[in-house]
């Protein structure tokens, strides 16, 4: 079965200790990227990659980190995660179809830091 | 002023009702996407669309370039609709960026 894949789903953690969501696609995506939603803010996106060893940053990437060493991993990492940080956080693949780039989201990890 | 901005913000409707949500953004784009959240968090992406109209199923996504505006209907709605519907436009710089509206919540009553 196509899927994005995410773990864990879901997280309580403490102010400063280092974490890291995984995120694995099984469709030979090339472009994968990463979002937080909240309540009234929406999806925001934190970091995209267009490729292996190919990462960039979206909108609200301070206090991330990611890395692609392989094509269907991108992990997400918070070095010293913060009480801001709180958030629902959702990975995702696409493929270039056509001159566009159809979404496939992953099911969701949502993060405490307390 | 918000990029992507979608009204209403929340709709309630009765089972059988014809549902309208609206989307409106001022930027350029490549391509418009909608989006449905259920409770629970879940995105599946409903529609992709760069022009014209797509139909799948009771769902029908348009989108008119010219008035940077793009509307979602569900025909003969049902509570299984409810949902929340997000509408996104792919600024297609080289880098695929997603700008996000904050949502429609849509709740069908039986």
């Known amino acids: 079965e196509a899927q994005v894949t995410q773990n864990p789903r879901y997280l309580i953690t403490v102010t400063g200790k280092k974490l890291t969501v995984t995120c694995s696609q099984n469709?030979?995506?090339?472009?994968m990227s990463w979002y937080r939603q909240d309540p009234g803010l929406g999806l925001r996106q934190i970091y995209y990659?267009?490729?292996?060893?190919?990462?960039d940053k979206g909108d609200v990437p301070e206090g991330y980190k990611v890395s692609r060493k392989e094509k269907r991993n991108f992990p997400l990492i918070l070095e010293s995660p913060s009480p801001n940080q709180t958030s629902l956080y959702f990975c995702?693949?696409?493929?270039?179809?056509?001159?566009?780039?159809?979404?496939?989201f992953g099911p969701g990890t949502r993060l405490t830091v307390t | 002023k918000n990029e992507v901005e979608q009204s209403p913000q929340n709709l309630t409707a009765q089972e059988g009702e014809f549902i309208t949500i609206n989307c409106s953004y001022s930027?350029?784009?490549?391509?418009l996407h909608w989006l449905q959240q259920h409770p629970g968090g879940g995105i599946v992406s409903l529609f992709m669309?760069?022009?014209g109209k797509k139909k799948h199923g009771r769902l029908i996504a348009t989108i008119n370039i010219q008035e940077k505006h793009s509307s979602l209907h569900i025909t003969a709605s049902h509570p299984r609709d409810s949902a929340v519907y997000i509408c996104?436009?792919?600024?297609?710089?080289?880098?695929?960026?997603?700008?996000f509206g904050t949502g429609t919540r849509l709740t069908i009553i039986p």
């Open positions: 995702a693949s696409s493929l270039k179809s056509g001159g566009l780039y159809e979404q496939y």
């Open positions: 469709m030979n995506h090339e472009y």
């Open positions: 990659s267009m490729n292996v060893e190919a990462t």
């Open positions: 930027v350029g784009i490549s391509a």
């Open positions: 669309l760069s022009s």
């Open positions: 996104a436009v792919s600024q297609n710089f080289g880098n695929e960026k997603l700008t």
